[in-house]
């Protein structure tokens, strides 16, 4: 049998053949599940909190991937969990998501997304559950944290004129909103940290060039790390994903912070 000599033609050729298979499969069946856990410390000295921040679940009945990121959280040992919004997209997948939520063992400070309005639910047992972990869901107001040291703001995301939530003087003042771009409403007030999400990172992004799309209220502050006349602002990538099921270059991430 005569073998066909597999030169750097033929190579290339297989190569450029592979690599779309490649990236769908990657885009399609592992990044979507494929959890990161990002650390970043603000302390100049020794840390004095470990708080993780998540957002955009999404969640629509996936109950063993939701129950491996609460997993990962409780690792982790938090002193809190700020979560930034975007708890579902439909009624019927609410009583799950919050059962998986109710086994967050730090207490679990949030606000709701976009999603979480369109979908209509009544935020009682939300509000519930969230304080049952010694934290709270936050519609523009504040709470402080047991040891006084920390008050968690919170913002809804109903309105375009983002409200001005006044910090805490004597407290490190943690910012918790839906849409980064309204960052730029809250230079009145300066916060320790601010926290959002709703970008879902681009959800694909392309090397050299970026996210193919990004939604409304994100403006330049599509993920990561940003320092803004507020504060220092974090974006999260988020956890689920809308409207496909995929992630190129973007995989979903736990973030912790110690500060």
Same mark, same amino acid.
């Given at each position: 049998?005569?073998?066909?000599?597999?030169?750097?033609?033929?190579?290339?050729?297989?190569?450029?053949?592979?690599? /779309?298979?490649?990236?769908?499969?990657?885009?399609?069946?592992?990044?979507?599940?494929?959890?990161?856990?990002?650390?970043?410390?603000?302390?100049?000295?020794?840390?004095?909190?470990?708080?993780?921040?998540?957002?955009?679940?999404?969640?629509?009945?996936?109950?063993?991937?939701?129950?491996?990121?609460?997993?990962?959280?409780?690792?982790?040992?938090?002193?809190?969990?700020?979560?930034?919004?975007?708890?579902?997209?439909?009624?019927?997948?609410?009583?799950?998501?919050?059962?998986?939520?109710?086994?967050?063992?730090?207490?679990?400070?949030?606000? /709701?997304?976009?999603?979480?309005?369109?979908?209509?639910?009544?935020?009682?047992?939300?509000?519930?559950?969230?304080?049952?972990?010694?934290?709270?869901?936050?519609?523009?107001?504040?709470?402080?944290?047991?040891?006084?040291?920390?008050?968690?703001?919170?913002?809804?995301?109903?309105?375009?004129?983002?409200?001005?939530?006044?910090?805490?003087?004597?407290?490190?003042?943690?910012?918790?909103?839906?849409?980064?771009?309204?960052?730029?409403?809250?230079?009145?007030?300066?916060?320790?940290?601010?926290?959002?999400?709703?970008?879902?990172?681009?959800?694909?992004?392309?090397?050299?060039?970026?996210?193919?799309?990004?939604?409304?209220?994100?403006?330049?502050?599509?993920?990561?790390?940003?320092?803004?006349?507020?504060?220092?602002?974090?974006?999260?990538?988020?956890?689920?994903?809308?409207?496909?099921?995929?992630?190129?270059?973007?995989? /979903?991430?736990?973030?912790?912070?110690?500060?």
């Amino acid at each position: 049998m005569k073998h066909r000599k597999f030169n750097r033609r033929r190579f290339l050729a297989a190569a450029l053949l592979a690599c /779309p298979a490649a990236v769908v499969a990657d885009a399609k069946w592992l990044e979507p599940g494929w959890l990161k856990i990002r650390r970043i410390r603000l302390a100049k000295d020794k840390p004095a909190h470990r708080l993780v921040h998540f957002t955009d679940v999404h969640h629509k009945g996936d109950r063993a991937y939701l129950q491996s990121v609460v997993n990962h959280i409780n690792a982790l040992s938090p002193d809190l969990v700020c979560f930034t919004g975007d708890l579902i997209e439909e009624q019927e997948h609410l009583a799950e998501a919050l059962e998986v939520f109710s086994k967050i063992k730090s207490p679990l400070y949030g606000v /709701p997304g976009n999603h979480d309005y369109w979908s209509k639910v009544p935020f009682d047992g939300i509000a519930k559950c969230f304080a049952a972990t010694g934290g709270g869901w936050l519609l523009d107001g504040q709470m402080m944290t047991a040891d006084g040291k920390l008050s968690i703001l919170g913002a809804t995301c109903l309105s375009t004129k983002q409200p001005i939530i006044l910090t805490n003087p004597g407290t490190r003042n943690i910012f918790l909103m839906h849409y980064p771009a309204w960052v730029k409403k809250l230079d009145a007030q300066k916060y320790d940290l601010i926290l959002a999400g709703h970008s879902h990172g681009g959800q694909v992004r392309l090397p050299l060039f970026g996210p193919i799309f990004v939604p409304f209220g994100v403006d330049e502050f599509v993920m990561g790390m940003f320092q803004t006349a507020a504060g220092p602002l974090y974006v999260n990538p988020g956890i689920g994903w809308f409207p496909w099921p995929i992630r190129f270059n973007c995989r /979903p991430e736990l973030t912790v912070f110690e500060i």
